[in-house]
């Protein structure tokens, strides 16, 4: 089922891929050739193809994100963020206060505090294995603590880029137009069904883990 869905998928974009680049193909060839079968005057809807690069744009890019981040390999990427954990950097001012200072061959339990780079840092995560202070680490963290946050913006912006596409198809009159959109919906409609239930499987799953590691720590 799956390699027949890519396939699919492949089709409709490679199609949509000639329909959007074809119009401009055509509009330099005839202008350049000056061919006699063409009328002078050649309507060109720039308006139309830029709401339909944008929308093929969008598109492509939450079909892309649907087949490279399945839910097992997210929830791989969870696993990691939370054995890497995050630090957030302090400012105590008392001076007493116990701390230690901070080492990569140590696995910090949450709430530690720790000097690094001549800055105290206290641990937010469960276990913390990051380094103080790493950016990288902090976004990585923040992305895939929670992977239902990501599953949901990319379900939100592919309902909001349905219902743009469906405002574009009410008021089109033309063929081409018709077909256009028509074909960006077919896509959007199946890789919005694949995020549905993504989202709200991975949603239920997460909040049970979020559930069972409050009453852990508490």
């Not at 649907?66 to 969870?78: A, E, G, M, T």
């Not at 596409?165 to 694949?194: A, G, P, R």
Request: charged share 15%.
């Amino acid at each position: 089922m799956y390699p027949l869905c890519s396939y699919f998928d492949h089709y409709l974009l490679c199609s949509n891929f000639v329909i959007l680049f074809l119009q401009c193909d055509l509009r330099a060839w005839s202008f350049e050739f000056s061919l006699p079968n063409l009328s002078s005057t050649l309507h060109y809807d720039v308006h139309f193809v830029t709401q339909y690069g944008v929308f093929t744009g969008i598109g492509c890019f939450t079909l892309y994100i649907s087949h490279c981040f399945p839910p097992k390999y997210c929830d791989v990427l969870h696993k990691a963020a939370l054995h890497l954990g995050r630090w957030q950097r302090v400012e105590i001012k008392n001076v007493h206060v116990p701390y230690s200072t901070w080492t990569e061959s140590a696995m910090w339990n949450q709430g530690a505090l720790v000097k690094h780079s001549k800055e105290l840092f206290k641990a937010e995560g469960i276990s913390n294995a990051a380094e103080p202070g790493h950016s990288g680490h902090s976004r990585f963290y923040s992305l895939f603590k929670n992977p239902a946050t990501a599953a949901q913006l990319v379900w939100f912006l592919l309902v909001f880029l349905l219902f743009a596409e469906v405002f574009v198809l009410v008021q089109s009159h033309t063929w081409n137009d018709l077909f256009s959109i028509q074909l960006l919906i077919m896509i959007n409609c199946k890789t919005l069904y694949s995020m549905t239930r993504v989202y709200f499987v991975v949603k239920k799953i997460y909040h049970e883990e979020k559930v069972i590691i409050s009453k852990f720590n508490n």
